[in-house]
């Protein structure tokens, strides 16, 4: 639906020893992280046995199916490669800020991608910029690139480069750095974004989620940890942990909707945290009900978690159309007040005189979940008693969550009762705050969308809408 | 997956007293009916008030939205319209089968579209090439139309032309016709292809499948009776039920795999049929376990009955990539011994320890089962029991369902036991014959695929492999 | 320019005993014949060895260069083939009537292709409709092959079901008929049409213009003769000259402007007929001027052979860019009051303080004269002296040449004089009627465009705008 | 063909007081420039009413009318915009190089098109990655923005920025340079680029050639002169000639084969300099003959030229078959010895029997000459005598003109003499080097691939292939 939260990126790295046809295994990878990012896609791939300064990039908008022919990536012979997948606002879908970022410079080339965003990236910019530096995209990840060439200008090996350029960052983000020879990862102290180590016969592989592991083969290894700086070369991987520390913040939007259910991240299953959600619900907000259902895809593990705690059954209510992709839908249509008609139905005989739990995962703008529960009722259900696995959004992400302005965030206008009438609930329950935790085992969280504190440091105007 | 039986064609029918832009609610109709057939598309229009023998056409192969832009549809002004969806083997996937098949002729225009197959559609085309005539196409369709026109030329009015057309025709038919001032439609004096009416304040509409009437905004009216000929014009929908009889034999099929889960069809919902489907493969064939699950998507309903049933939760399994539409697979790639991987994963937390119950509609070649079933194990699965929600193909369909030959049909080759052991599940249950008349409240089928008994002669051969 | 006599089609068939991929051959020579068609382009192959019936089709609106890819030939098999390139009207440009027009039938399949117009096309389409055919386009060719197809079961040859069916077109054409074993062609009695007959070692090779035979390789060998029938088989080419008379009416504008400069048709010079045309528009029209020039390219010829009986040089006066082909060009920009700017510009330094004479092959509209003669004036010629190597246009063509409406030819409104002062010319002489047979050496020509002398009948009725 | 020498890009560049449209000229331009580049296109465009740092770009691989449609032009709102046209050698044809090159920078957003090559152009980027910098393209243009950005993060103004920049940059170039607010143009202290500057009544335009001024309905005011910087804003043009001297060294390669025929530059109409080629060809080289030819389009200008000096008469005596583009020839076709024999065909009523003088603008291989003098003979002509309105080849350029290796030149392995011999020609003449000044009215020459006298300091290595 229209009114969701949205990611930004997925990243995806390979180094192997053996083989000059990566370029397939990250197509492969990017098509398990489309889920993070369907505006833009792109691969950059060198050979570490060639020479220095050797690099094939291909990046465009679309999806990763409508970017790579079979015939581009069989073009693209490397042993080192990484990709991405991009999300980004209407106003910045320029191809100009789709990645990789490559560049030549002083000592080959570079390569990079980039899962955040920076909360001090106007400053390196403008630090950079009073240098004398200039780019030719809006996004973040250029900052990262210029400043990363650089500081390797300046230091001895790329990962000394590295560790220098990340001691700026201030934010969350999960990068990989392509170099002639090796690929080297960073993940940002805290762990706010997620990134994770695979391994395969003959090589290595980082991507931002474990599902990403399995469709190029490989077998899941562990977390990146949160400031480590991991480096992948001919000497296999080194760990570099002088940046970690104990404190965490993990983003509990991976678990609550970004991430894919099947992956698992910081130790704790995306499936069982959301069946878990589903669970607690159904312990703070019981109902009397006949049947448990959830908005597809992303409400049916939580309503399974409910109906699985309140002994009630778990049942399909709606009929996803699936052809439903970019297909255009003429909004002014009468008889069609949205696009949700088109996309969704009620199965009728599933919910004719029934009182339905209805899931969700949260609530945006609230036009979706309206919709949904008065086709519900015009299908026959005598209750619609709606749960929402997330708390209400009431503070703006700094780390590359694209929440809606104030002003469109229903819970920031409205009580729960408020929010409950208009969308036309018979009763309404959202994720309590405390609940949170149980989840994800009590893994440090960072939940600033819900409760305002921040991690680090942040800005004091409210960010405004990036993109990377 | 690759190795499912398959259906033919949707078709989609308005007249309009109106509105000169049908076309659109013909393309969102056909929208809703895309998952009958993703091979090709097409939309005729002509206008009622306009000269005899207007008419616009548009059809190619590919998805609805890849044939049609805003721009297309916003040029195809008329107030009668009709419209097609369609798979076709291999063979035949080339553009000049697409439907409709328009033609001028001495009456002025027509267009057809059709679902079906006729049993005799070589002895109706060598008739008329024994007349002299000849063929562009390849589709029965093409015969009904030339056949049609002949018939019309001799006869006061299209509907008199379309009763002494069906008179020639034997097999399974759904059949929609636009002449320069009226809609008819057909279907076969067995009802073995589906058709229904529906009506918004202007218009009617004629569809395979009441879900198809939501996307157009019209509400449903009821079936149209085997044999019925309907007729709409400015006197409104005329009904001609001289050629039907009591005799009645829907295809099965429909109810098992082809329709959508939210239609209903000759007064049987198909969520029904598919949720009784799997109460009663728990009556006959249940067993120990923990969890019960399907196939996506198909397998999905017939998965909540089994555990509504049984007294077993039902849990979703399976994540399923829905961006791996078309999307290329390389498949001698090692590692990734076919493209389910990429399709579907297993949620292990979900399956890990857990003795499965999993619900499929059916096996063809039993490849995609099989892998599911591995898949689960090394998730951790204790048992995988598969129940499939119909019986086993042990013969060819002559009305256009596409089973594959007799040699790639495992049932026919072996026990249940031999592919209970080759598929490597722990047990194995097929939906029992006299099982499937009480899924669909008893109205009577044609089951012909599982039993041999045919409602109509049928040739002495086995079918070719067709398309239509 | 916009304000073009148009011609329509162009053909092309090859028969080649010992190679499978004459598809090759084929799109080469549409390569050579797309300047008579650039609406849409087909070929159809079959394989005289393989089975009955084998044929691959392709076809489409636009470039032969669009239409075909590399791998598009290379999967087209087969031993004999022909092809098309079309010119349609814009009210029939769909792809429907592209061409060729293939069918399966009582005998197996036929492919035709056809460059003409019959004047009783209406009167041939009525009749096969009374005996209850139907038509899938609005062309000409598909009246002819469904005639073919139904003369064909009636006799005992594909050449002697042509002879039956040629007997009822009345027109012009040149057809070529593809048979499952031979190729077939014929023109009509008069020979309105082009056509020739070229030889590579293996093979026969039937095209509109002989510049298509170099671009397959082939030697000319001779044109087919009005009303011959020629039948390529592998018992080698075979004439049937037994509808052929002395009575003859080539086709006057194929000289003056539809065939290519390096072609030879009917034994007479395209190159010579218009050099010569130059010089006798020099002989009846002299005046005295500093230098010859022509619109390229249609007018460069005649102005080399003006240039060379007035003893002025023949000059390039103007600059064309190849690079405007069909590139978009706003006509409401103030500044440029027309495309012709875009396309052609004057050579200043040629013209300056120069008496000009130019020559064009035609005035339709008389807009793009008008304009180029503004342009050279404001580029300092001091006269500009208008010579046309074709007579004014008084009558419509029934034969397939696009004339525009009568409203629309200045001609028909306008004195001579009058047109010289509303063109801005300093004179202006058109070719006269007498003079056009010497330029072909007196064969004989159909000139009904000029002096109204039709050498068929015609209907009584001024033809509607055709497209086939 | 293909055995060209080429030219690597054209620039136009545009500053309105009131329109927001100026992407619809750019792309007028661009189209008259084609022939400058037909490898990518670009245009960028800003508002100078606008916030600082708007900006708009689009660019990619293809032609003009492939890269832009109309929408896409109406989307770019702006009264301030430069565009590019781009040739390059096959290694370097990526889209990463297409220009424009935009920046976001310091002082807001800066956009710049270049056409040469820089002589020190790898001690530029050195010295730039020795402070840190990086580069995301191979093209020299991405040099000269960066270095730039970084002047104008020193300087008060864009101008005064430019030229710091500028006094770097050895070679010849020709820049456009787009700022918020101002279009700032340089030329080379040499003038070996074209640049000039036209007027409409409420704008400037820069541009390669004069025939780009047409296009946009602007009047040429003058060429800008060599080391001249023209700053244009709202207070109108202004010049800088502070860098301005006496020397010049004119491109000669322009009047020879790049620049188009309707073009002026530096005083010298292109037109005049070709005939006059041809006329002073024919005085260093007469010979008896029928007819003089050109090879089109780049020899014709030269035999007109030649023929009118010799008294003899000029004659067409090719075809050239323009739908011959990128068009794929399958070069392995035995008959097919070339795609020479589809692009060009003899005229053989021309030259049969005759003694023909052929024109040319220069040999680079020789193997296009070779085959065009052999069809010639096969047609029938009894003599070809070559004259090539340019020197033989001998020594690389380093300003961006792209002369094959030196292996592949056949002036550097042979005599004349042996040159005639191996092309079959009866008689060859090349122009002499003391007749180069003639034709563009002594006008200061750069002819260093002719004579070795390089008009700057070169390095001391041939330069590698370069693009731009």
Known sequence: ?????????????????????????????????????????????????????????????????????????????????????????????????????????????????????????????????????????????????????????????????????????????????????????????????????????????????????????????????????IKISKKGLESDVSRCSEARAHCVFEYIYFARLDSRMDEVSVYRARFRGGQLLADAFPVEADLVTGVPESGLTAAAGYADRAGIPYVQAFYKNSYIGRTFIKPTQKERESAVHMKLSVLEDAVRDKRVVLLDDSIVRGTTIAHLIRMMKEAGAKEVHVRISSPPFLHPCYYGTDVPESSQLLAQRMSTEQIREQIGADSLGYMRLEDLDETVDHIPLCKACFDGIYPTEVPEEKPAEKEN
């Not at 990126?9 to 390979?14: E, P, S, W």
């Not at 969350?172 to 002639?180: C, H, Q, V």
């Not at 695979?198 to 592991?213: D, M, N």
């Not at 469709?215 to 940890?225: H, L, M």
């Open 1 to 229: 639906m229209d009114d969701k939260i949205r990611e930004e990126c997925g990243v995806f790295g390979i180094w192997d020893s053996t083989r000059e046809d990566v370029a397939q295994d990250i197509y492969y990878g990017l098509l398990s992280l489309q889920h993070r990012g369907q505006e833009a896609a792109g691969i950059a791939v060198c050979s570490s046995t060639g020479p220095r300064g050797n690099l094939i990039l291909r990046k465009d908008q679309g999806l990763v199916s409508e970017v790579f022919s079979e015939k581009d990536l069989s073009g693209m012979k490397g042993n080192i490669g990484i990709g991405h997948v991009r999300y980004s606002t209407a106003g910045d879908s320029t191809a100009v800020n789709a990645q990789p970022f490559t560049c030549y410079y002083q000592k080959g080339t570079l390569g990079i991608v980039h899962n955040g965003n920076l909360v001090n990236a106007e400053d390196l910019r403008s630090m950079l910029m009073n240098h004398g530096y200039s780019f030719q995209a809006t996004s973040d990840t250029e900052v990262i690139q210029q400043l990363l060439a650089r500081m390797r200008s300046e230091s001895r090996s790329i990962e000394e480069a590295v560790k220098r350029t990340v001691s700026y960052l201030e934010g969350g983000y999960a990068l990989l750095i392509m170099s002639p020879r090796k690929l080297v990862a960073v993940r940002d102290p805290l762990g706010l974004k997620p990134l994770c180590i695979g391994k395969t016969k003959t090589g290595w592989i980082l991507a931002s989620e474990s599902c990403a592991l399995n469709a190029a083969g490989a077998e899941f290894i562990r977390d990146v940890r949160p400031g480590e700086i």
